[in-house]
């Protein structure tokens, strides 16, 4: 009965092995494959790619199919798969202004030059369970928007720029040399940190807690007044400068989706009043992750704007210690772990408690009486 | 480059080398400034934050294919966990593994440490779930590092003698807070306090790592480590009033078992290896093994 407490090999390889069958399920209904999650769960797939930090559709498929689902479990790994990559030098900025754009929305104007391209969007949906769905059917192909073909697309940010209306990006944003940018994988996070720290930690940051930070800086706990200035989704090229070659060849592609956030800044003493922004990048199609990733990188600046640190989106240190749920998750659920070699300590102690409390019968009553 | 004997896809011990260089790196300032907590760009390992990714870091840097392996949770060899670890290194490593304290020459443990004396030579790495003896008073890393800096530790004090107000006692029974070389307070990870003394001037090397917290801290072979207390209130230690029921060994640390409903419990070696190790030798109960229902 004591080796009972005590867990084994066979326990463990068991427990493995019921994994691996509960996984596969009904051995009657086809097997899932990678190709299928990646083709027809693809925003499942582009969510672990986001938080996982690595751009690869067929891996995150393949997680998605392992863990059975369950996002962060493929998250997580694809983040340990990740970790054992090398590094083998940094890419030039991503040029989003250029971005071969599948959608591209702004919230604060009617029209505006390369027009506004709706895309594939569940915004105007009826969110009416489609019993049709259940049933295998055929899907006409859509129609792909081509509002101005070949027209520039410039980014909304810079039509307000012109007029010194909005804030423009500083070098200390992390623009100019990116082997000067800070790597939140090869160094530790430490306070206070700048923004190339902070977008990094929020790019894979876990979309529930932002989206709920994002919703109370609406609800008045570090209120941003915030606009979509712009929201885009898109391939765009990435290049890499070879310092043997002199010059910048092209790696691939990648869909990304911005989102720059318009808020209102009434200025102090020695800043004129404009428009700050908030601004998100996330790998895939993830619009909702990109707007809560600016809506907190906005609240995150709230001192660089002199503005009262007060609601817990604001908080620079409890935020980004708290937005990774790789960490998160492990942390929680080692809960699970053995901890009686702690708990027989503090068994021990509350007997010890118990002891003195009972031995302090008139004290004891009197704090019974006081509650 | 030490090639993996094994066919994992992956390195020799998991980790990249270059990943390894910058944890010795680590290492080497955190055991010339023991007790200071060194942080370290910590990688996602394959098992979960809280699993012991900091010691399994720690681990796989300081591996060599001659060293030989054990790898225990509370105190034991055959818990899950240390069963996952274990295999996890004879698979990236192929390394030899032990369960004898004294055949290893590394150690990976959460929450004890062992109750056979560590030799020179050997090395404990303790898994870390929060490395930071301050954080439970004051929640900012911004200002723990700064309290650290100026060797400003009143508020841990305060705390400690709060407890005695309060209780006559501290009331602090595992991760008790420790002073490593007259300098850092430093968190000794979840052991029971019972084994703190086994850290003082041991010729082990001992290492920490906090995975998830990204820090590596040390206690170098042959340092003085003084769990905190006061002149009229010394730090004293929980000792069992029975021995085991097994191998009838004292003065050890031992873990209740509750046998049935009705209170039957028995009290028996944390330390699994060390029960073993002294029913070899032909130890065993003393009297009857089981403590009467209540």
Redesign the interface.
């Known amino acids: 009965?004591?080796v009972a407490?005590?867990?084994?090999?066979k326990?463990?390889k068991n427990a493995h092995q019921l994994l691996a069958d509960r996984r596969r399920g009904k051995r009657d209904v086809p097997e899932i494959s990678a190709d299928q999650i990646r083709e027809q769960l693809s925003l499942a797939v582009d969510r672990v790619m986001s938080e996982g930090s690595l751009y690869d559709r067929d891996l995150a498929a393949l997680a998605i199919k392992q863990a059975r689902g369950d996002l962060i479990e493929a998250i997580?790994l694809i983040?340990?798969y990740?970790?054992?990559l090398?590094?083998l030098g940094y890419t030039q900025a991503l040029s989003t202004a250029t971005m071969q754009v599948e959608r591209r929305i702004s919230a604060i104007f009617k029209d505006l030059p390369g027009g506004q391209v709706l895309g594939p969007t569940f915004d105007y949906t009826h969110r009416l369970i489609d019993f049709k769905l259940a049933a295998e059917q055929e899907i006409a192909s859509g129609v792909e928007a081509q509002a101005q073909p070949g027209a520039p697309m410039p980014k909304v940010a810079s039509l307000l720029g012109e007029e010194g209306l909005i804030e423009t990006a500083s070098a200390a944003d992390g623009e100019g040399d990116p082997t000067e940018m800070a790597d939140i994988?090869?160094?530790?996070?430490?306070?206070?940190c700048g923004r190339d720290l902070r977008l990094q930690s929020l790019a894979r940051a876990d979309e529930g807690f932002l989206l709920a930070l994002a919703y109370s800086t609406q609800r008045g706990y570090g209120r941003t007044h915030p606009f979509v200035g712009e929201i885009r989704v898109g391939a765009v090229d990435v290049e890499f400068f070879v310092e043997e070659l002199g010059f910048e060849v092209p790696l691939g592609r990648l869909q990304v989706t911005e989102c720059e956030m318009v808020n209102q800044f009434v200025g102090t003493d020695t800043l004129a009043p404009q428009f700050s922004t908030g601004y998100g990048l996330v790998f895939g199609h993830c619009e909702r992750k990109a707007m809560s990733v600016a809506l907190v990188e906005r609240a995150l600046r709230a001192e660089e704007f002199g503005e009262t640190v007060q609601a817990p989106a604001q908080d620079a240190?409890f935020v980004l210690?708290h937005c990774d749920n790789?960490?998160a998750?492990?942390?929680?659920?080692?809960?699970k772990?053995?901890?009686?070699?702690?708990f027989?300590?503090?068994?021990?102690?509350v007997r010890q408690?118990r002891k003195?409390f009972a031995a302090r019968p008139a004290q004891g009553a009197e704090k019974a009486s006081v509650k | 480059m030490i090639e993996s004997p094994h066919e994992t896809g992956y390195n020799f011990a998991y980790l990249d080398e270059q990943t390894k260089r910058m944890i010795r790196r680590a290492i080497m300032k955190a055991i010339a400034i023991p007790g200071y907590q060194v942080p370290f760009a910590a990688r996602e390992m394959p098992m979960p934050h809280g699993w012991g990714t900091g010691g399994v870091q720690l681990t796989a840097a300081l591996l060599g294919p001659e060293d030989v392996l054990k790898v225990i949770d509370q105190g034991a060899d055959d818990t899950t966990n240390a069963v996952s670890i274990r295999q996890f290194f004879q698979k990236t490593a192929g390394i030899a593994t032990t369960t004898r304290t004294d055949e290893a020459s590394i150690i990976q443990t959460r929450h004890r440490i062992p109750e056979m004396p560590l030799k020179a030579g050997q090395i404990l790495v303790y898994q870390v779930p929060i490395p930071e003896p301050l954080r439970f008073l004051e929640p900012r890393e911004t200002e723990t590092r700064k309290m650290h800096a100026l060797e400003e530790y009143g508020l841990m004090h305060v705390k400690l003698y709060e407890d005695i107000a309060r209780h006559g006692y501290i009331a602090t029974t595992y991760a008790y807070p420790v002073r490593v070389e007259g300098r850092y307070v430093m968190d000794p990870s979840p052991i029971p306090k019972f084994d703190n003394p086994k850290m003082q001037m041991s010729p082990a090397l001992q290492l920490f790592g906090a995975g998830r917290e990204k820090r590596i801290y040390a206690i170098a072979p042959h340092t003085r480590v003084a769990s905190l207390d006061f002149d009229d209130h010394p730090f004293k230690i929980n000792r069992f009033d029975r021995p085991c029921a097994l191998c009838g060994g004292e003065g050890v640390y031992l873990d209740e078992v509750l046998m049935d409903d009705r209170g039957q419990r028995m009290f028996v070696c944390s330390d699994t290896s060390y029960c073993e190790s002294r029913r070899a030798m032909g130890h065993g109960p003393v009297d009857a093994s089981a403590e009467p229902a209540r």
């Not at chain 1, 998750?329 to 809960?335: A, I, K, N, Q, R």
């Open positions: 009965m004591y407490v005590k867990g084994g090999e326990a463990i997580f983040r340990a990740r970790a054992t090398p590094r994988t090869r160094e530790p996070l430490s306070f206070p240190e210690s790789v960490q998750m492990g942390f929680v659920e080692h809960l772990l053995p901890h009686y070699v702690d027989q300590s503090e068994l021990q102690l408690l003195d």
